[in-house]
Structure formats: C-alpha cells, structure tokens
C-alpha cells in the first residue's frame, strides 16, 4: 500500500491475518491512526517510512505498546528493551485507565471482534499487577 497518498488507516479490519504492511510514502499524519492498527492481530511487520506520522516522537513506542505481536518498524527490530521501556513509559500515564493515554482511543472500531482487540489491555493489567507486586 506504497505510495497511494492514504491519509487513514480505516477499514483495515477484514485484514485479520495480515502480518506484515508497507504503507511508506503515504500522507499518514495522526497517532490516532496508528490506534486503528490494533485491529490486526497478527501484523509482525510495519513500514510507515516517509510519512508525517513517522517524524513524531511518539509514533515508534505507541506501536510498540498497542501492537504485542508486532517484531519489526521501519525495517528495526523491536528488542526487548524497547518494549519494556514502552510499557512503562505508557503505563506511568494511565496505570489503569488507558484512555487517558496521549493519542490513544480505547474505542473499537466497526468490525473489530471484541476478543482480538482485548489483547493489549489484557497485557497492560498483567504489567499493572508485576508493577504492583515489585513496589
């Protein structure tokens, strides 16, 4: 999906064994649309070289916490270092309420099958209660 000039990452909800997407050279800007990704259960691999979105701060560490499947962005892998410091970094803001999260919308999408859109937040109340335990 490479060079098309896409804007929004809607209706990517029937793609529930995709696992990996090339959407370099589009016109994708917002965090907001990377939280429509989670609708991809299965996505190991994502490239968003060369679009807005990819020169936010940002955008590499949400991916990482949302997406727990997810190993490579960009063409980087994802260590184990980098997805511990995610979780951390997002579960300092919203310790149980993740919609408070910074360009983070807890709300599904149309389509999207309520049991595979609950793996992250199964995930951050896992994290919640080590964090719980080791304080």
Known sequence: MEENRLKSLSNLY????????????????D???LEKLECLPALKEISLTNNPVA??????????FRQPNLLSIDGI???TEERAKADMYFLDYAPVDQSSLPGINTKLH??????????SNVRVRE???VRELIT
């Open 14 to 29: 029937h793609l529930q064994r995709l696992q990996r997407l090339y959407l370099g050279l589009n016109r994708i800007q």
């Open 55 to 64: 020169r936010r701060l940002m955008h590499r560490p949400l991916l990482v």
């Open 77 to 79: 892998p994802i260590t």
């Open 110 to 119: 149309p389509g999207v099958n309520p049991s595979s859109a609950t793996g």
């Open 127 to 129: 994290l919640i209660r």
């Open 31 to 33: 965090l907001a649309e």
